[in-house]
DNA sequence: CACAATGTGTGCGTTACTCAACAAATGATC
DNA sequence: GATCATTTGTTGAGTAACGCACACATTGTG
């Protein structure tokens, strides 16, 4: 892992903040490079020194956030449902900004099905349909539908503004999952 | 007026505002170049390259808000005192996290003197002492107690926690100048 | 259509900042 | 008083970001 200069964190961060921002008060198709270079206070050639265009840069910070909760879920693979969710549900509160505008604006069904992919990945593994509750049933049918639902569930929690803390929705949708898989 | 590259604005604004923090945690004594540059998230030699130290990093500060304080008076040298005080309590309200500092930590005293020096320059102007309500007093006393006054009602209200808004203060102590002016 | 205005992507030379290393000064601990 | 740790201020080499300008597309208005 080597460290990365500063300058160079500082400012990619400032540009996602920045289009992140943005895409919460307007249109994708209608954000520009200068736009988002001005928001992040940032010369525009430098949004092109990390990114090859507005869409890379959204695919870049997909891909950070989908790779960061699939780490989430490799270092919390020895927790109930319930304990994981947890784990998951403060990281979503940790990023509201992004998670907010992904699940409201429908420009973002990119990262939807590359989020509800990750959830069915995830839960692959703890279902057995050999025996137990499931016993008889599919598994891809049982993974579709789990993942639908929390996908479903955290879409509704941010659409209304993080209603509950993130506990609560760990805990409930917890139970639901420690129930049925 | 060339203009500046933003990446000393940036730099210098993150440092700024670093040692002001700093100031608020802990005595100034105790404070290290390394703090200010780790706080700033900036390299160690940043800091050495716009300052000489951490006592030239706070003159710099210090006179940059005088300097500031001192341009107001020249744009609004045609108000009121009223008037005038608004504008100052507006930058004091924008910037309390500077004025809180340095008026309430001992250390600081070094700024309440500069501090006083400029409003009792800039009421020089204002004191009419051949004629009118003051005729037959001596103008510098008049000027040090009422500069006396301001800064010390300044000085209360920042280490009151400014329990009242700028408006009202400007209007108050405005009252009490025009009043005596 | 013309044409002005704006956005895009790229290249240029310059500058500010980076990290790492250093010797000297300072300060705490035994 | 010796030793170890930390801070200080400075240096050098490498690089990220800078401002600026260009050619080319795209857009929208008379």
Redesign the pocket.
Known sequence: MT?V????V??QEAIKKAILELMAEKNFDDI???DISDRAN?????V???YL?KYDLLDKIIEEHISNLSELCRSASEMSFQEGNYVWFEYFAEHHLFFSIMLNTKSAAHFRSRFLDLVVQEYKVEVDVTEGKNQGLNQEVILQFFGAAVVGAVEWWFRNGMPVPPRVMAEQTGILLDRNL
């Open positions: 460290k200069d500063r300058r160079v500082k400012s520009t490079i200068r940032v010369n525009r050639g430098t092109y020194l990390h265009d």
